[in-house]
T-cell receptor, first 116, second 110 residues
Framework: AQKVTQAQTEISVVEKEDVTLDCVYE???????LFWYKQPPSGELVFLIR??????QNEISGRYSWNFQKSTSSFNFTITASQVVDSAVYFC?????????????FGKGITLSVRP | DAGITQSPRYKITETGRQVTLMCHQT?????MFWYRQDLGHGLRLIYY???????DKGEVPDGYVVSRSKTENFPLTLESATRSQTSVYFC?????????FGQGTRLTVV
């Protein structure tokens, strides 16, 4: 069975601080995908990143960066110089590679509040 | 408009009533999914469908029924709504491992 653990439930920071959201996963699959989604107060789910299990390179996109470490089964997400617009719930998710295994298993989410 | 549409966006219903949440995609993605979102639980899979007339249970299927007579539609029915089914429901279609989510339906059972 697949499992995603987001141990942090709520994080509050002041604008311009850096913040890291942790994600630990469990899977027996040798090939899998990891995801991060953002859910702003408006409620929709916004896709942020997808990373396959073969690619352990860190990725940076503007103020966002992701650190994938297979050795510790972690896929952490860092926001640099946070802004009020980053306030949202962030979900980490895991899926298998194909077919029915491609269904998403989500963590419980982390509520990030960025104060001005 | 291309995409995935859920209706209604908001629904209040009474305990014991039957209610159907609709999901429509304008693509022809084979896989479609229903998730429910609850505080403290994240999103959990209710049912999914691999193609028309092929459906399977997810993590929390009890109390729900799905059908998929056409590829583009995947309705979710609560046969006899209970207060524990108060939740936000998300439908998704999927191409490979890329999921496309609807806007969500906020259902309140009173």
């Amino acid at each position: 069975a697949q499992k995603v653990t987001q141990a942090q439930t709520e994080i509050s920071v002041v604008e311009k601080e850096d913040v890291t959201l942790d994600c630990v996963y469990e899977t027996r699959d040798t090939t899998y995908y990891l995801f991060w989604y953002k859910q702003p107060p408006s409620g929709e789910l916004v896709f942020l990143i997808r990373r396959n299990s073969f690619d352990e390179q860190n990725e940076i996109s503007g103020r966002y960066s992701w650190n994938f470490q297979k050795s510790t089964s972690s896929f952490n997400f860092t926001i640099t110089a946070s802004q009020v617009v980053d306030s949202a719930v962030y979900f980490c998710a895991l899926s298998g590679y194909t077919g029915a295994n491609s269904k998403l298993t989500f963590g419980k989410g982390i509520t990030l509040s960025v104060r001005p | 408009d291309a995409g995935i549409t859920q209706s209604p966006r908001y629904k209040i219903t009474e305990t014991g009533r039957q209610v159907t949440l609709m999901c429509h995609q304008t693509w022809s993605h084979s896989y479609m999914f229903w998730y429910r979102q609850d505080l403290g639980h994240g999103l959990r899979l209710i049912y999914y469908s691999a193609a028309a007339d092929i459906t399977d249970k997810g993590e929390v299927p009890d109390g729900y029924v799905v059908s998929r007579s056409k590829t583009e539609n995947f309705p979710l029915t609560l046969e006899s709504a209970t207060r524990s089914q108060t939740s936000v429901y998300f439908c998704a279609s999927q191409l490979g491992t890329e999921a496309f989510f609807g806007q969500g339906t906020r259902l309140t059972v009173v």
